[in-house]
């Protein structure tokens, strides 16, 4: 049977090859006939496999462009209720690499940057945490969790915040009223509020979206978006990008793929084979950001301390400004 | 005038009516003459407080609440906090009035008027707080335009709504007599003032007729009892604020009840000071006797004792369950952390201090002793909610201190003086009430005499921070993998190696000239489909080439797996049908050839075989989160609002009856 395979294949493999030369040949032919006016636009072939191995001449459009919106044309930020709209056919999903993790805050800088966003607030930042005495500590890179059932958009008096149905969860800093109530409701400390009135000099210009949060006004509430526009162009987040230890995975659930700054995974397999988890999810916030737990890890973790547990080391003042002043 | 109502139990003279009743008018009427000098010197003062939180307000107003002390982690602080004390203050009020009116405590009738309107008062000040809270005050407007039922504001809107619009019209309905009374129907009109002329035509033409006190009675009995509900409701959706959220020190099933009782425990302390200032300031010694005083008194040592007993029960679970995050807040808030020794001080001097005083009998000093006990509880509660709202946003889930942020909180001098301007507002309206209408019920109390003897009713008439990424020094952007230094020798030798080898590879495919082409196809394979790619240069299959196949996902290419090319110069992989792909399951698939780092040649194209995508959800459920309500929670909503509404519009058409059966 198998020689009959290769026999059969041999045999398509010439057909095809003389096919190719046929085609080849053919072209050759044509392009001397023709006179160089130009021709009217023929339907463009190109070369498939058919599934026996067969070479064949198809038409383009039946080869590219897959029916799903696997490209994503385009990149403008949405305004207004279409913002309110997620990007079609998808389920945005994070995952993030405890084991990979140095704790050198690259993402919380690449994140400011691209956003704008003052340094006395972090839309991505970093915790560095110790479960027990006994247990080694480890960082803790925090976005929004961009909950299922996120307890900040139950709360919201005006639906200022909205979960969209990518999974994604925006603020319309438009329609906010500043109460806040959204900040006390999120048992992560996600949100940060405009107290005074924002430095919008380098986006003057921009068109106000909830995709993108700027321009910022006072009085408002603003947090980690996910990068929604930058997904939509098709690119991944700045914090993702910007991790040179490749710990932030960012992609589609449905797709099941999800992709840091080196390579594309799939989401399953990651999920199971690094028994994933979620932070606090027994508070049934279904939150849509994934923690691989700091096993085996790449890097020394940060330096264990002596207390009960949790908060360690409060910072001298001023060590962030050190920091701001690096980025 | 003594001798005639010290004799009004007995069975021997018979009362004059009329003089007792103008007797009381007479002596109730006091306060409404005009203000002394001292009154002039205590309004100015008070208005001056009032222009000064104006002033602080517009200060915030202009530069954002950053003004405040209020910063991330501690976003909210003592605006909250007097939202939540005068929502608290105002529940003695109607509450008390309408407790005493429904039980038929005949010693109620001189502090019901008191106490309806330190309600309305209070609510005038106390709701505003949330908008002085406000970053947007501007866009207040958005919470009727894109109002969202599933939000606990939604609920105290609705509910304090309620309660200011109920507690205006059981503060009304119970002013008609006295209306009447002050404005009695005169042969010519040009002989009544103004106020009487605005009281003529608020007091609906009562005229006393038992037709329209049967209506009148119909009316407030009504009020009294639906405004009980009402009133426990605002206090237990102010709760809710905190209540629905997740966090330690608020997440909690009592605060409903917890805050009711804290409410009315302020608000009895409340109207305890009131009556004593009033009593003082305009003499009605008479009429608030040590009768109101005693019981008002048993009243506030049982809610004191309450508010002890839910303040155990409370705290006492939090910390021997002692949940992390409990455990924390506990510690911020009654052990070492910042706020033990506010804590411990107000439970000694804001709880145990008022309930020791007030227990220990000394007969004498009754009243003295209840107002320092009442202000002591005043300013207690006051405190106990600021320690309810400023600690547990110290101890959110996630310690602030793991990312180098120490939350502290430190009221500014804006917050200060709107503060003050607020309780300036409430003691000022308090002030002007007391100077246009009767500060107690004249018909009640002329009621009360007449009918059931002035003892009965307790009247004397003798009378009567940032940032995270902090200290810890900056930790090396190491290479992915730890390198110890022996082994980077072992690595710059095999990088030479490896080089070497790239070099050569470099070198193979440049030997025949023209580039390597790909065609992507697929086929059935052993063990199910699989993805194939012909490799040919000038047309001719070329063996061994590694050809690594990828599927285009949204934001980047996951990778097959890489197969080498017969000698047929096709190389196939199996083709991953549990990949979800489009809606027939195709799939963006990419071959390509790459020389050391460098793709040297690809190929694309859509091959059917995947997972069909799994559809997602387009509409939104009816959810809390949802733009959708969920049918049960509306439909409670609009049960209750309906049961209460109806029952006003039943009260207001009593009222049009009144009016309609008045001698024009």
Same mark, same amino acid.
């Given at each position: 049977?198998?020689?009959?395979?290769?026999?059969?294949?041999?045999?398509?493999?010439?057909?095809?090859?003389?096919?190719?030369?046929?085609?080849?040949?053919?072209?050759?032919?044509?392009?001397?006939?023709?006179?160089?006016?130009?021709?009217?636009?023929?339907?463009?072939?190109?070369?498939?496999?058919?599934?026996?191995?067969?070479?064949?001449?198809?038409?383009?459009?039946?080869?590219?462009?897959?029916?799903?919106?696997?490209?994503?044309?385009?990149?403008?930020?949405?305004?207004?209720?279409?913002? =309110?709209?997620?990007?079609?056919?998808?389920?945005?999903?994070?995952?993030?690499?405890?084991?990979?993790?140095?704790?050198?805050?690259?993402?919380?800088?690449?994140?400011?940057?691209?956003?704008?966003?003052?340094?006395?607030?972090?839309?991505?930042?970093?915790?560095?945490?110790?479960?027990?005495?006994?247990?080694?500590?480890?960082?803790?890179?925090?976005?929004?969790?961009?909950?299922?059932?996120?307890?900040?958009?139950?709360?919201?008096?005006?639906?200022?915040?909205?979960?969209?149905?990518?999974?994604?969860?925006?603020?319309?800093?438009?329609?906010?009223?500043?109460?806040?109530?959204?900040?006390?409701?999120?048992? *992560?400390?996600?949100?940060?509020?405009?107290?005074? =009135?924002?430095?919008?000099?380098?986006?003057?210009?921009?068109? *106000?979206?909830?995709?993108?949060?700027?321009? =910022?006004?006072?009085?408002?509430?603003?947090?980690?978006?996910?990068?929604?526009?930058?997904?939509?162009?098709?690119?991944?987040?700045?914090?993702?990008?910007?991790?040179?230890?490749?710990?932030?995975?960012?992609?589609?659930?449905?797709?099941?793929?999800?992709?840091?700054?080196?390579?594309?995974?799939?989401?399953?397999?990651?999920?199971?084979?690094?028994?994933? *988890?979620?932070?606090?999810?027994?508070?049934?916030?279904?939150?849509?950001? *994934?923690?691989?737990?700091?096993?085996?890890?790449?890097?020394?973790?940060?330096?264990?301390?002596?207390?009960?547990?949790?908060?360690?080391?409060?910072?001298?003042?001023?060590?962030?400004?050190?920091?701001?002043?690096?980025? | 005038?003594?001798?005639?109502?010290?004799?009004?139990?007995?069975?021997?003279?018979?009362?004059?009516?009329?003089?007792?009743?103008?007797?009381? &008018?007479?002596?109730?009427?006091?306060?409404?003459?005009?203000?002394?000098?001292?009154?002039?010197?205590?309004?100015?003062?008070?208005?001056?407080?009032?222009?000064?939180?104006?002033?602080?307000?517009?200060?915030?107003?202009?530069?954002?609440?950053?003004?405040?002390?209020? !910063?991330?982690?501690?976003?909210?602080?003592?605006?909250?906090?007097?939202?939540?004390?005068?929502?608290?203050?105002?529940? %003695?009020?109607?509450?008390?009035?309408?407790?005493?009116?429904?039980?038929?405590?005949?010693?109620?009738?001189?502090?019901?008027?008191?106490?309806?309107?330190?309600?309305?008062?209070?609510?005038?000040?106390?709701?505003?707080?949330?908008?002085?809270?406000?970053?947007?005050?501007?866009?207040?407007?958005?919470?009727?335009?894109?109002?969202?039922?599933?939000?606990?504001?939604?609920?105290?809107?609705?509910?304090?709504?309620?309660?200011?619009?109920?507690?205006?019209?059981?503060?009304?309905?119970?002013?008609?007599?006295?209306?009447?009374?002050?404005?009695?129907?005169?042969?010519?009109?040009?002989?009544?003032?103004?106020?009487?002329?605005?009281?003529?035509?608020?007091?609906?033409?009562?005229?006393?007729?038992?037709?329209?006190?049967?209506?009148?009675?119909?009316?407030?009995?009504?009020?009294?009892?639906?405004?009980?509900?009402?009133?426990?409701?605002?206090?237990?959706?102010?709760?809710?604020?905190?209540?629905?959220?997740?966090?330690?020190?608020?997440?909690?099933?009592?605060?409903?009840?917890?805050?009711?009782?804290? %409410?009315?425990?302020?608000?009895?302390?409340?109207?305890?000071?009131?009556?004593?200032?009033?009593?003082?300031?305009?003499?009605?010694?008479?009429?608030?006797?040590?009768?109101?005083?005693?019981?008002?008194?048993?009243?506030?040592?049982?809610?004191?004792?309450?508010?002890?007993?839910?303040?155990?029960?409370?705290?006492?679970?939090?910390?021997?369950?002692?949940?992390?995050?409990?455990?924390?807040?506990?510690?911020?808030?009654?052990?070492?952390?910042?706020?033990?020794?506010?804590?411990?001080?107000?439970?000694?001097?804001?709880?145990?201090?008022?309930?020791? &005083?007030?227990?220990?009998?000394?007969?004498?000093?009754?009243?003295?002793?209840? /107002?320092?006990?009442?202000?002591?509880?005043?300013?207690?509660?006051?405190?106990?909610?600021? /320690?309810?709202?400023?600690?547990?946003?110290?101890?959110?889930?996630?310690?602030?201190?793991?990312?180098?942020?120490?939350?502290?909180?430190?009221?500014?001098?804006?917050?200060?003086?709107?503060?003050?301007?607020?309780?300036?507002?409430?003691?000022?309206?308090?002030?002007?009430?007391?100077?246009?209408?009767?500060?107690?019920?004249?018909?009640?109390?002329?009621?009360?005499?007449?009918?059931?003897?002035?003892?009965?009713?307790?009247?004397?008439?003798?009378?009567?921070? &940032?940032?995270?990424?902090?200290?810890?020094?900056?930790?090396?952007?190491?290479? !992915?993998?730890?390198?110890?230094?022996?082994?980077?020798?072992?690595?710059?030798?095999?990088?030479?190696?490896?080089?070497?080898?790239?070099?050569?590879?470099?070198?193979?495919?440049?030997?025949?000239?023209?580039?390597?082409?790909?065609?992507?196809?697929?086929?059935?394979?052993?063990?199910?489909?699989?993805?194939?790619?012909?490799?040919?240069?000038?047309?001719?299959?070329?063996?061994?080439?590694?050809?690594?196949?990828?599927?285009?996902? %949204?934001?980047?290419?996951?990778?097959?797996?890489?197969?080498?090319?017969?000698?047929?110069?096709?190389?196939?992989?199996?083709?991953?049908?549990?990949?979800?792909?489009?809606?027939?399951?195709?799939?963006?698939?990419?071959?390509?050839?790459?020389?050391?780092?460098?793709?040297?040649?690809?190929?694309?194209?859509?091959?059917?075989?995947?997972?069909?995508?799994?559809?997602?959800?387009?509409?939104?459920?009816?959810?809390?989160?949802?733009?959708?309500?969920?049918?049960?929670?509306?439909?409670?909503?609009?049960?209750? /609002?309906?049961?209460?509404?109806?029952?006003?519009?039943?009260?207001?058409?009593?009222?049009?009856?009144?009016?309609?059966?008045?001698?024009?």
């Amino acid at each position: 049977m198998n020689e009959t395979r290769r026999e059969f294949l041999g045999g398509s493999l010439i057909a095809c090859g003389a096919l190719g030369a046929g085609l080849l040949a053919a072209k050759t032919v044509r392009k001397l006939q023709e006179p160089p006016t130009p021709v009217p636009p023929a339907p463009t072939l190109v070369p498939a496999l058919t599934a026996d191995g067969k070479l064949v001449q198809v038409e383009a459009t039946a080869m590219a462009a897959p029916a799903h919106p696997t490209h994503m044309t385009h990149s403008a930020a949405l305004t207004g209720a279409a913002a =309110r709209q997620g990007i079609p056919g998808r389920k945005w999903v994070m995952v993030i690499d405890l084991a990979k993790c140095s704790g050198c805050s690259n993402c919380t800088i690449a994140c400011n940057k691209m956003h704008g966003t003052p340094t006395d607030r972090q839309w991505m930042r970093v915790f560095r945490m110790q479960d027990g005495p006994q247990q080694a500590p480890y960082w803790f890179p925090k976005p929004c969790f961009h909950c299922d059932n996120p307890p900040c958009t139950k709360v919201c008096p005006v639906g200022a915040t909205f979960k969209r149905d990518d999974g994604i969860v925006l603020i319309d800093n438009e329609r906010c009223i500043g109460c806040r109530f959204c900040m006390a409701a999120c048992p *992560y400390s996600t949100r940060y509020f405009n107290w005074g =009135r924002p430095d919008n000099a380098k986006m003057k210009d921009a068109t *106000y979206s909830p995709e993108t949060g700027v321009p =910022r006004r006072v009085g408002t509430v603003e947090k980690c978006d996910f990068c929604p526009e930058m997904a939509r162009a098709g690119t991944l987040p700045a914090c993702v990008t910007s991790c040179d230890m490749a710990a932030i995975y960012f992609g589609d659930q449905l797709e099941d793929a999800v992709s840091n700054s080196e390579e594309t995974v799939r989401l399953a397999q990651l999920l199971e084979e690094r028994a994933a *988890y979620r932070y606090l999810a027994e508070l049934g916030t279904e939150p849509r950001v *994934y923690y691989l737990p700091p096993k085996n890890r790449d890097f020394p973790g940060p330096v264990p301390k002596k207390s009960r547990g949790h908060p360690i080391a409060p910072p001298a003042p001023g060590a962030h400004d050190h920091h701001a002043a690096t980025t | 005038m003594k001798t005639e109502l010290g004799h009004a139990n007995g069975t021997a003279p018979a009362i004059d009516h009329d003089r007792l009743r103008s007797d009381i &008018m007479v002596q109730l009427r006091r306060s409404l003459a005009a203000p002394s000098h001292g009154e002039w010197l205590w309004i100015g003062s008070l208005a001056a407080v009032m222009l000064a939180g104006v002033f602080a307000y517009t200060w915030q107003c202009m530069n954002g609440l950053k003004v405040t002390g209020m !910063r991330e982690y501690i976003f909210w602080g003592v605006y909250m906090t007097n939202f939540v004390f005068f929502i608290g203050v105002s529940h %003695a009020g109607t509450l008390i009035s309408a407790i005493l009116r429904v039980t038929g405590a005949e010693w109620r009738r001189s502090i019901t008027r008191m106490a309806e309107a330190i309600t309305v008062f209070a609510l005038a000040v106390g709701a505003p707080m949330v908008i002085i809270d406000m970053g947007r005050p501007d866009r207040i407007l958005n919470v009727v335009l894109h109002g969202r039922i599933n939000s606990p504001i939604l609920w105290d809107v609705c509910s304090i709504a309620t309660y200011m619009s109920g507690s205006l019209l059981y503060l009304y309905v119970a002013m008609i007599p006295d209306f009447a009374l002050l404005a009695p129907r005169r042969a010519m009109w040009e002989r009544l003032t103004l106020r009487e002329r605005v009281f003529r035509f608020l007091s609906l033409g009562f005229e006393d007729t038992p037709e329209q006190r049967k209506l009148l009675e119909k009316a407030l009995a009504t009020m009294a009892v639906i405004i009980i509900p009402v009133a426990i409701s605002v206090h237990t959706v102010v709760s809710w604020i905190f209540g629905m959220t997740l966090r330690p020190g608020w997440h909690s099933t009592i605060f409903g009840p917890y805050f009711v009782i804290g %409410a009315i425990f302020s608000g009895t302390a409340g109207i305890i000071t009131a009556m004593v200032v009033f009593r003082k300031v305009y003499h009605l010694e008479n009429f608030l006797t040590e009768r109101q005083f005693q019981n008002l008194g048993r009243l506030l040592i049982a809610l004191n004792l309450l508010y002890i007993y839910f303040t155990l029960a409370e705290y006492l679970t939090a910390w021997y369950g002692s949940e992390e995050a409990d455990h924390r807040l506990i510690d911020t808030l009654m052990g070492k952390g910042p706020y033990g020794t506010s804590f411990w001080a107000w439970a000694v001097f804001g709880l145990f201090l008022p309930a020791i &005083m007030m227990l220990v009998p000394h007969r004498r000093s009754l009243i003295p002793r209840l /107002l320092i006990a009442s202000i002591l509880i005043n300013i207690g509660m006051w405190a106990k909610r600021y /320690l309810i709202i400023v600690p547990t946003l110290m101890t959110p889930y996630i310690p602030p201190e793991a990312a180098g942020v120490t939350p502290s909180y430190l009221p500014t001098w804006v917050e200060w003086t709107v503060t003050l301007g607020g309780f300036a507002t409430f003691l000022m309206l308090f002030t002007v009430f007391a100077k246009v209408f009767p500060i107690i019920s004249i018909w009640e109390t002329v009621e009360g005499v007449t009918e059931l003897g002035a003892k009965n009713i307790g009247v004397d008439l003798e009378l009567p921070t &940032m940032t995270a990424r902090p200290p810890w020094p900056r930790p090396p952007i190491r290479p !992915r993998r730890f390198v110890p230094a022996p082994a980077a020798v072992v690595g710059i030798v095999v990088l030479f190696v490896a080089l070497g080898i790239v070099a050569a590879a470099g070198a193979e495919p440049s030997q025949p000239g023209s580039p390597l082409q790909l065609v992507i196809g697929s086929r059935a394979g052993d063990d199910g489909p699989q993805l194939t790619a012909l490799v040919r240069r000038d047309g001719q299959p070329v063996a061994d080439v590694p050809v690594e196949f990828l599927v285009r996902r %949204a934001l980047g290419q996951l990778r097959l797996g890489t197969q080498p090319t017969g000698s047929n110069g096709i190389a196939a992989i199996d083709l991953p049908t549990t990949l979800p792909g489009g809606p027939q399951g195709e799939l963006a698939i990419v071959a390509q050839i790459k020389t050391g780092k460098e793709v040297t040649a690809t190929a694309e194209a859509s091959v059917p075989g995947g997972a069909s995508k799994a559809a997602r959800n387009e509409s939104f459920p009816r959810a809390l989160w949802s733009p959708r309500a969920p049918v049960a929670l509306v439909a409670t909503i609009v049960l209750l /609002l309906s049961i209460v509404w109806s029952t006003y519009s039943f009260v207001i058409v009593q009222l049009i009856k009144i009016r309609k059966t008045s001698k024009p």
